[in-house]
């Protein structure tokens, strides 16, 4: 199947401080990417949607100017925590789409981020 | 609203057991179900789907079926392997979507 890799797999950083993870379709172009958020022992939360080329569409109460979203080309999305906090710290993954099979998303392993 | 609700894990299983792991649902308009699975250290993985009301997903000796008078959509194997051992996501999209609205998924863990 198709695959898609996280960068970088585990981070720690200082509060105040930003942070950026890569997400890249390596063997097919992503047309849509979706980046998700999990806290321990809870389910998958969507932040955002990006289309190449396009900004991404953030979810109600997700801060757009703290997670800033960049879909530049069609095998890379970054996402970058700005001014990152505490409550920041999660397990951040993403998932990629091509044009064809409308529902199947393929996921990155995920970024463990810890803000201290 | 949208929700998901699965049963909580660990489940532990002895090999060639037979597998239950619960899902239920609650949507407004039509949504397809999902079951993704998650091995230790890679992504989530489809595993299986259903898009309308008695639709049986299967995949991998796995199998769901879509059913709307309980709004379940519970994941059952008849013979678990070690290879199973995984955290197994239920998941629906509504309305021919991508937005994908996830369970609290469910930890197997099967010994030889």
């Known amino acids: 199947g198709a695959v898609v890799s996280q960068h970088p797999s585990w981070v720690i950083c200082k509060s105040g401080t930003s942070v950026k993870i890569e997400c890249r379709s390596l063997?097919?172009?992503?047309?849509?990417m979706f980046w998700y958020r999990q806290f321990p022992k809870q389910s998958l939360m969507l932040m955002a949607t990006?289309?190449?080329?396009?900004?991404?569409?953030?979810e109600q109460g997700v801060e757009k100017d703290k997670f800033l979203i960049n879909h530049a080309s069609l095998t890379l999305s970054t996402l970058t925590v700005t001014s990152a906090h505490p409550e920041d710290s999660s397990f951040y993954i993403c998932?990629?789409?091509?044009?064809?099979?409308?529902?199947?998303?393929?996921f990155g392993p995920g970024t463990r981020l810890t803000v201290l | 609203g949208n929700s998901v609700t699965q049963m909580e894990g660990p489940v532990t299983l002895s090999e060639e057991a037979f597998l239950t792991i619960n899902c239920t649902y609650t949507a407004t308009g039509y949504p397809s179900l999902f079951w993704y699975v998650q091995y230790p250290g890679e992504g989530l993985q489809l595993l299986l789907k259903a898009t309308k009301a008695d639709d049986k997903g299967s995949n991998k000796g796995f199998e769901a079926t879509y059913r709307k008078e309980t709004t379940s959509f519970h994941l059952e194997k008849g013979s678990v392997q070690v290879s199973d051992s995984a955290v197994y996501f239920c998941?629906?999209?509504?309305?021919?979507?991508?937005?994908?609205?996830f369970g609290t998924g469910t930890r197997l863990q099967v010994f030889p």
């Open positions: 998932s990629a789409r091509g044009t064809s099979g409308r529902y199947e998303q393929f």
């Open positions: 990006s289309n190449e080329g396009s900004k991404a569409t953030y």
């Open positions: 063997d097919f172009q992503a047309t849509t």
């Open positions: 998941a629906l999209s509504v309305d021919n979507t991508d937005k994908l609205i």
